[in-house]
């Protein structure tokens, strides 16, 4: 699927292409997970995920449930804070002072070497920027996507197609919505 515009900020752009390594293509509808085979390929891995390799910490197993976790997370689940609270804690976050653009600032980061440890300690400092509320899935194609908008109340991937490959899950919510509406009033079912 396309990005138009929905790729995150700096590092949080690679948990939200971790997280869209499940997915439900347009053509098919039926979900699909390319972690395995990313996990198979260290070539395919270092071309998705060129700055971050993977460690022998990193099991499929473990992958696999980091990425529901942060999809818990981003759907906005009561369970995805406690979820990401587990995560945390695993992690062996620290914090660290580093120079950048003129000034001190305070960063995660985590002394686990591998890429369960970077996403951990990249959702973390999102979640310090504020910018975490602002990846999201989408409810109809379950698409990660980040909100642009300047209210942060985008709800689905797109209300376009955005090309031939596209879906335009927010139009297709919105016109679902308006038949059912209408089928109400004339009480036709």
């Given at each position: 699927?396309?990005?138009?515009?929905?790729?995150?900020?700096?590092?949080?752009?690679?948990?939200?292409?971790?997280?869209?390594?499940?997915?439900?293509?347009?053509?098919t509808r039926k979900a699909t997970d390319a972690l395995p085979e990313l996990?198979?390929?260290?070539?395919?891995?270092?071309?998705?995920?060129?700055?971050?390799?993977?460690?022998?910490?990193?099991?499929?197993?473990?992958?696999?449930?980091?990425?529901?976790?942060?999809?818990?997370?981003?759907?906005?689940?009561?369970?995805?804070?406690?979820?990401?609270?587990?995560?945390?804690?695993?992690a062996a976050l620290g914090v660290k002072a580093r120079w950048e653009g003129?000034?001190?600032?305070?960063?995660?980061?985590?002394?686990?070497?591998?890429?369960?440890?970077?996403?951990?300690?990249?959702?973390?400092?999102?979640?310090?920027?504020?910018?975490?509320?602002?990846?999201?899935?989408?409810?109809?194609?379950?698409?990660?996507?980040?909100?642009?908008?300047?209210?942060?109340?985008?709800?689905?991937?797109?209300?376009?197609?955005?090309?031939?490959?596209?879906?335009?899950?927010?139009?297709?919510?919105?016109?679902?919505?308006?038949?059912?509406?209408?089928?109400?009033?004339?009480?036709?079912?």
């Open positions: 699927m396309p990005d138009h515009n929905q790729t995150a900020p700096g590092e949080l752009e690679a948990v939200r292409r971790f997280i869209n390594t499940w997915s439900i293509p347009n053509d996990a198979r390929a260290p070539g395919r891995w270092n071309t998705e995920f060129p700055r971050q390799p993977r460690s022998r910490a990193d099991s499929l197993d473990r992958l696999q449930r980091l990425r529901a976790d942060l999809r818990s997370a981003c759907d906005g689940e009561p369970s995805g804070d406690e979820a990401l609270n587990k995560w945390f804690s695993s003129g000034t001190t600032k305070l960063v995660v980061e985590s002394s686990e070497a591998s890429f369960v440890g970077y996403i951990v300690a990249v959702v973390a400092n999102a979640i310090a920027a504020g910018d975490w509320p602002r990846l999201k899935t989408c409810p109809d194609c379950q698409w990660a996507f980040y909100d642009h908008t300047r209210n942060g109340k985008k709800r689905w991937c797109g209300m376009t197609k955005g090309g031939p490959g596209g879906r335009a899950c927010g139009t297709i919510a919105k016109v679902t919505a308006y038949r059912a509406r209408e089928a109400m009033k004339t009480g036709v079912a």
